[in-house]
Every structure is written in C-alpha cells, then in structure tokens.
C-alpha cells in the first residue's frame, strides 16, 4: 500500500462547476498536507497547505483535512478553464523534509 | 527572484550513456531536494542537501545516480549507464532551510530525460 492514494481518474467539468479532489494517506505521522497545481510540462507549483484537521479557504479554493480518517480534499468553486490542470496531493511528518505525493487528478475544465 | 532552474530542459540520450541535470535554487535557499516523476504518476523523492550537505537519499537512488552541491549553491544529478527505466521527468526544489517545521518547497520546471 502506498503512503498517499490519490484516484488519478481525469475530471472534465463544465465551466463554474465545483471540483471535488481527494486523497488518502496510512501514515498517521504525517502533519503537513499541500495541494499542489502542475501545468503540462512544468513543474508542480504550491496551492495550499494546511496542517490541522478542518477547512481552510483562499479564494475560490477551499482545502479539508480530517486527520481522523486520514482524508484529505480540495474543492475548486466557480470553476475557469484556467484551472485546468493536473492537481497532486501531497504530505509531508514533522521535522522530514521529503514530501510523499498522490498519482495526481488531470482536471479540464471545459467552456 | 527568479525561481529555480533547470538545465537543460529536455535531454535524448542512448542507454548507457551518462547524463548530468543541473539546478539553480532560488538565491539563499539553503535547502534543495531532488525528485523524479514519470508519466502517470507523481513526484518521487530522491535526494535532499542542507547547503553542501547531502542528508537523506531515498532508495530509488542506485548506485548509477550520485547527486553533489558543491559550495551549497547549484546542484548536479548524474546518472550513468543510463537505461530505458531512468526516462522520467527529473524535478528540483528548494526551501530557505530557515524553518524548522514545514516550509514551501518551490519546484523548477524540471528536466525531461528520454532513454532510446
């Protein structure tokens, strides 16, 4: 079993649509969860990221962390075509620097 | 600020030959981490440096890969004897290394290697 299990399934949605990512995670050591945004052929940019179990929100972004059932969310409201992209989860324990990532979800975002 | 580099961008070469990536951090990062990512999948640790220091390598890294950051500046990733297996998409990041929590890893745009 991985560490992080993301459903790579790609997501097409109609433009202003909510997009619903997930993950999950077996390693109860992990503290820090980050969303991660990666255009095609770049490298993966920073999202959000959030520590503790509950909702954080930055703009049309909303990230979800529930520590107790090790699954993590992100949801995209009023989605834009130019959120169209490749959405990684990622974790990483206290004092570890490495980051542990999902698969990855392909997200198109149609107009 | 210019992010972090990484050269050359795209690399063709035949199995067994050596190939070398290089990074440039973003100025005074003193923390800078190697990853690779294949197709399908997302990226997977290999290496991490504390300025010059190589601290922690992942078991991915065999023996044909060695990694260096002289003078705890730019970093090299080498691969020798390259096989088909090693095509991926080689990423680098770096953090300030101020932190002793969490801190943001900025990732570059990555070398992409194909191995005929």
């Known amino acids: 079993q991985k560490e992080v299990e993301q459903d790579p399934g790609p997501l097409s949605v109609p433009e202003g649509a909510i997009v619903s990512l997930n993950c999950t995670y077996s390693?109860?050591?992990?503290?820090?969860f980050m969303w991660y945004r990666q255009y095609s052929r770049k490298g993966p940019e920073l999202l959000m990221y959030?520590?503790?179990?509950g909702n954080k929100e930055d703009g049309r972004f909303t990230a979800q962390v529930d520590k107790s059932s090790k699954y993590i969310s992100l949801f995209i409201r009023d989605s834009q075509p130019s959120d169209s992209a490749t959405y990684l989860c990622?974790?990483?324990?206290?004092?570890?620097?490495?980051?542990?990532f999902g698969k990855g979800n392909q997200v198109v975002v149609i107009p | 600020d210019t992010g972090v580099s990484q050269d050359p961008r795209h690399k063709i070469t035949k199995r067994g030959q050596n190939v070398t990536f290089r990074c440039d951090p973003i100025?005074?990062?003193?923390?800078l981490y190697w990853y690779r990512q294949t197709l399908g999948q997302g990226p997977e640790f290999l290496t991490y440096?504390?300025?010059?220091?190589?601290?922690?390598k992942s078991r991915l890294l065999s023996d044909r890969f060695s990694a260096e950051r002289p003078k705890g500046s730019f970093s090299t990733l080498e691969i020798q004897r390259t096989e088909q297996g090693d095509s991926a998409m080689y990423l680098c990041?770096?953090?300030?290394?101020?932190?002793?929590?969490?801190?943001?890893?900025?990732f570059g745009p990555g070398t992409r290697l194909l191995v005929l």
């Open positions: 990041a770096s953090s300030s290394g101020e932190g002793t929590t969490y801190e943001t890893q900025y």
């Open positions: 390693n109860s050591a992990f503290q820090y």
């Open positions: 959030t520590y503790s179990s």
């Open positions: 990622a974790m990483s324990v206290y004092g570890n620097n490495r980051l542990a």
């Open positions: 100025s005074e990062h003193n923390r």
């Open positions: 440096f504390q300025n010059e220091a190589q601290l922690e």
